[in-house]
Each structure stands twice: as structure tokens, then as C-alpha cells.
């Protein structure tokens, strides 16, 4: 197939996909007589794993080693250890997403209910003193 009907198949751009080809994810191709490339079935398959890799947090060059060798072998206790190095990474960012939204929380919160008679002076070293003790509260629990 031709990289039209290609790009319309996957969902990715015409130059998105000459670039991974150009980047070595994607195999060479073979050109027509007329310079046209002209793509396989399994470019569709392919460039499936690279865009969900992608979107899964994977660089290029993390996908490019995790991608079958010339043979079209899959290394797969190499591609085994990246994904689960992959969900631990992914656990580690939810947790200080977790963290952040709380603390963000707590400032919104003591924002609002602030005492109405503190001097607007005072008011953020106030906030940062309850984002201090609702931090040492934390950390007293985990």
C-alpha cells in the first residue's frame, strides 16, 4: 500500500511515518520504479506498537531497542523488563501526582477558610505554615 492509504489506516501523518522510517523504527521500504514507497502489511501492525509505545511514556530510542532485529526476532525478556520497568515508572509519577493534588487541595482549602480578620501581609506565610503541618501530618502517616 502506498503511504496514503497507509497514514489514513493508522491515524498518523504521510511525514510522521516517513520519519520513522527515516529514524529506524519503522523497516526500510521498498520504492517502486516511479519512487513511491511502498509498505507491507505489517507497517500497519508496526506502527501500531510504536504509536501505543508512545503513548505509553516509551522514547524513540527506548522503542527502537525494544523493536525485533533484522530477523524479526522480539527480544522478549528485554521487552518484558521495559514494561514492567515502564508500570513502575508510571506507579512512581501517580504517587507524586497523588502528593501534589493533596497538597494542592490542602492550599486551596486553607484559602478559603482562612481567618477573616488576618492581614493580607500575613495570609502567605499562613498558607505555607499549613502546607508545612499538613506535610509533617503526612508524613507522620505513611
Excluded at 492509504?5 to 501523518?13: D, F, K, P, S, V
Excluded at 529506524?24 to 520504492?31: D, K
Excluded at 527480544?75 to 506507579?91: F, G, T, Y
Amino acid at each position: 500500500m502506498k503511504i496514503g492509504e497507509l497514514a489514513r489506516r493508522t491515524g498518523l501523518a504521510a511525514s510522521r511515518i516517513r520519519f520513522y522510517e527515516k529514524s529506524g523504527l519503522l523497516s526500510t521500504v521498498e520504492r517502486r520504479e516511479n519512487g513511491y514507497r511502498q509498505y507491507g502489511p505489517e507497517a500497519l501492525w508496526m506502527l501500531e506498537i510504536i504509536a501505543s509505545a508512545q503513548s505509553a511514556g516509551f522514547s524513540l530510542d527506548e522503542i527502537r531497542s525494544l523493536l525485533p532485529d533484522s530477523k524479526a526476532t522480539w527480544q522478549h525478556d528485554a521487552l518484558l523488563e521495559s514494561l514492567q520497568r515502564k508500570v513502575a515508572e508510571i506507579e512512581l509519577l501517580q504517587q507524586r501526582l497523588a502528593q501534589n493534588k493533596a497538597r494542592l487541595l490542602v492550599a486551596i482549602d486553607t484559602m478559603k477558610n482562612r481567618p477573616e480578620d488576618m492581614a493580607c501581609a500575613d495570609r502567605p506565610q499562613w498558607v505555607l505554615d499549613q502546607l508545612r503541618a499538613a506535610g509533617a501530618d503526612g508524613a507522620q502517616r505513611d
